[in-house]
């Protein structure tokens, strides 16, 4: 079954450095998705991407945070100047419609640890 | 408004016994109703998910309940498993939107 791939796995990063989180969606998607969660929290939704550009994002994704799809492939989201608060896990996700009856479906996720 | 209330928090269920697990909404214009399962260390995978026009949505031991009124579904699972053991999302959204609103998940243990 096609999967979402991101990488690193785990990435450390100190406070003030930017980070660049790595998705590989599902290669016939055309929607894409990060998503963050907290430890012990809920997992919450930070922007959605097609076409090449954002389609809609939370009050979380402020300045600090881009998105990019360098590629074909790839689906990007960087963090510019880190914050203690950033570490979290991220999720990328992808689907093939925005229809609500098209799953997202998750990768294994990136857990971001800032120091 | 934007919120999804999931109740209970951890849940210890018997081999073979039913777990149920609720959730609550606000928002209306909600229309999408899934549920998700995660293991440890991996990503949420999607489980079930229900529209608001049926009550009912079963697959295989796991059956998603709606109430339109009530504004609430739950996620029974019969016959709990140990490899059922996972933590548990409900999550809505709404048409025109790609944003999933995700309820704060339940660690079930199904102790064998």
């Known amino acids: 079954e096609p999967e979402v791939t991101q990488t690193p796995s785990h990435q450390v990063t100190q406070m003030g450095q930017e980070v660049i989180l790595r998705c590989v969606p599902i290669?016939?998607?055309?929607?894409f998705y990060w998503y963050r969660q907290i430890l012990g929290q809920k997992v919450e939704f930070l922007v959605s991407?097609?076409?090449?550009?954002?389609?809609?994002k939370s009050e979380i994704f402020d300045d600090q945070f881009s998105v990019e799809r360098p590629d074909g492939s790839n689906f990007t989201l960087k963090i510019r100047s880190t914050k203690l608060e950033d570490s979290a896990m991220y999720f990328c996700?992808?689907?093939?419609?925005?229809?609500?009856?098209?799953?997202?479906?998750f990768g294994d996720g990136t857990r971001l640890s800032i120091l | 408004q934007q919120q999804v209330k999931q109740s209970p928090q951890s849940l210890i269920v018997q081999k073979g016994g039913i777990s149920i697990i609720n959730c609550a909404y606000e928002?209306?214009?909600?229309?999408?109703f899934p549920w998700y399962q995660q293991f440890p260390g991996k990503g949420p995978a999607l489980l079930i998910a229900?529209?608001?026009?049926?009550s009912e949505k079963k697959e295989g031991r796991f059956t998603i309940s709606f109430n339109k009124s009530a504004k609430q579904f739950s996620l029974h699972i019969m016959d709990s498993q140990p490899g059922d053991s996972a933590t548990y999302f409900c999550?809505?959204?709404?048409?025109?939107?790609?944003?999933?609103?995700f309820g704060k998940g339940t660690k079930l243990t199904v102790n064998p």
């Open positions: 991407f097609y076409n090449n550009e954002i389609s809609e």
């Open positions: 290669s016939n998607h055309l929607y």
């Open positions: 996700a992808s689907s093939l419609d925005r229809h609500s009856n098209q799953p997202q479906h």
């Open positions: 928002n209306t214009a909600f229309d999408y």
């Open positions: 229900i529209r608001p026009d049926v």
């Open positions: 999550a809505a959204s709404k048409g025109g939107s790609e944003k999933l609103v």
